[in-house]
């Protein structure tokens, strides 16, 4: 069974820091492109940032400078580095990834369970 499974949510007080990790697992032929969203109370669920397989990445316009994506491809796992964290961060953040099945070969749209980030004033 092709999953994501996070970690790394929490409390923590404005101008802090934490460190997501989402890893991939099951029978995996290729991860493509690994993505963050996030969903605060009454809001839409939004883009945070994205890396490709190959590293390359895109941030959204409120996080940039603050939030670092990265991946590592030997583990099926990424991170978000979260600094300099405002109170309006505040939401559950949800890793995701389209992973192509090494037995059919289809591509499978998997999203992470979600993890709590609460940022205090």
């Known amino acids: 069974q092709v999953q994501l499974v996070e970690s790394g949510g929490g409390l923590v007080q404005a101008g802090g820091s934490l460190r997501l990790s989402c890893a991939a697992s099951?029978?995996?032929?290729?991860?493509?492109?690994m993505d963050w969203y996030r969903q605060a109370p009454g809001k839409q669920r939004e883009l945070v940032a994205t890396?490709?397989?190959?590293?390359?990445?895109n941030y959204a316009d409120f996080v940039k400078g603050r939030f670092t994506i990265s991946r590592d491809n030997a583990e099926n796992t990424v991170y978000l580095q979260m600094n300099s964290l405002k109170p309006e961060d505040t939401a559950v953040y949800y890793c995701?990834?389209?992973?192509?099945?090494?037995?059919?070969?289809?591509?499978?749209?998997?999203w992470g369970q979600g993890t709590q980030v609460t940022v205090s004033s």
């Open positions: 099951g029978s995996i032929f290729k991860v493509n492109a």
């Open positions: 995701h990834a389209v992973i192509q099945s090494r037995i059919t070969l289809i591509f499978l749209d998997r």
């Open positions: 890396i490709t397989g190959g590293g390359s990445t």
